[in-house]
């Protein structure tokens, strides 16, 4: 699975230099401006991992884990210990669930136990909810965007359908004044 050869490749190659990886899909727009103030706040606390929560019912249980479409980072030192004396590969093996972003959550909060409970929630009253939006490319189609962006300090958008991306990038680049 991707997520978890990118994850090793990162704890191999790259584990000192960051404080956090990121994991988005390739229909995801991450605002950065946004973005850096909840890093920065959750590498102070060193938060193991955080972004949309999620939930998924498997035999009797709920695993938690985040939504990698909505996009998530993982700290530095959560990785290390995933990756530790072959940790993501047997991950890879036993994982039960077919979903990877859901194979990931499970390998951090069960089979390694590295005692990551869920996803850290970034949700306030201040932010009108949600910063992080995993959603259906329809919501898209029907959201006025520019001012979706301008009232919401958004920190990722999913699925979003290549020809919304232009109206996108530039109500944020309004937004910012660049």
Same mark, same amino acid.
């Given at each position: 699975?991707?997520?978890?050869?990118?994850?090793?490749?990162?704890?191999?190659?790259?584990?000192?230099?960051?404080?956090?990886?990121?994991?988005?899909? /390739?229909?995801?727009?991450?605002?950065?401006?946004?973005?850096?103030?909840?890093?920065?706040?959750? !590498?102070? @606390?060193?938060?193991?991992?955080?972004? @949309?929560?999620?939930?998924?019912?498997?035999?009797?249980?709920?695993? %938690?884990?985040?939504?990698?479409? !909505?996009?998530?980072?993982?700290?530095?030192?959560?990785?290390?210990? !995933?990756?530790? /004396?072959?940790?993501?590969? @047997?991950?890879?093996?036993?994982?039960?669930?077919?979903?990877?972003?859901?194979?990931?959550?499970?390998?951090?909060?069960?089979?390694?136990?590295?005692?990551?409970?869920?996803?850290?929630?970034?949700?306030?009253?201040?932010?009108?909810? %949600?910063?992080?939006?995993?959603?259906?490319?329809?919501?898209?189609?029907?959201? /006025?965007?520019?001012?979706?962006?301008?009232?919401?300090?958004?920190?990722?958008?999913?699925?979003?359908?290549?020809?919304?991306?232009?109206?996108?990038?530039? !109500?944020?680049?309004?937004?910012?004044?660049?």
């Amino acid at each position: 699975k991707k997520a978890f050869r990118m994850f090793r490749w990162m704890a191999d190659n790259m584990i000192d230099e960051y404080d956090y990886f990121a994991k988005a899909d /390739d229909d995801s727009y991450l605002v950065i401006p946004d973005l850096m103030p909840i890093v920065d706040s959750m !590498a102070s @606390r060193e938060v193991p991992f955080f972004g @949309r929560t999620g939930s998924y019912k498997f035999q009797d249980a709920n695993i %938690q884990y985040c939504s990698g479409g !909505a996009g998530y980072f993982i700290h530095r030192e959560t990785l290390h210990g !995933a990756a530790e /004396d072959g940790g993501l590969e @047997r991950c890879l093996e036993r994982s039960p669930v077919p979903n990877e972003d859901v194979s990931v959550g499970w390998c951090l909060t069960s089979h390694l136990d590295l005692g990551v409970s869920e996803c850290e929630k970034t949700e306030s009253s201040k932010f009108k909810g %949600q910063r992080f939006y995993h959603t259906d490319p329809w919501t898209w189609k029907t959201v /006025d965007v520019p001012k979706f962006i301008a009232e919401h300090d958004t920190v990722s958008l999913h699925k979003l359908l290549s020809n919304r991306l232009r109206d996108v990038n530039r !109500a944020y680049r309004g937004k910012f004044g660049l």
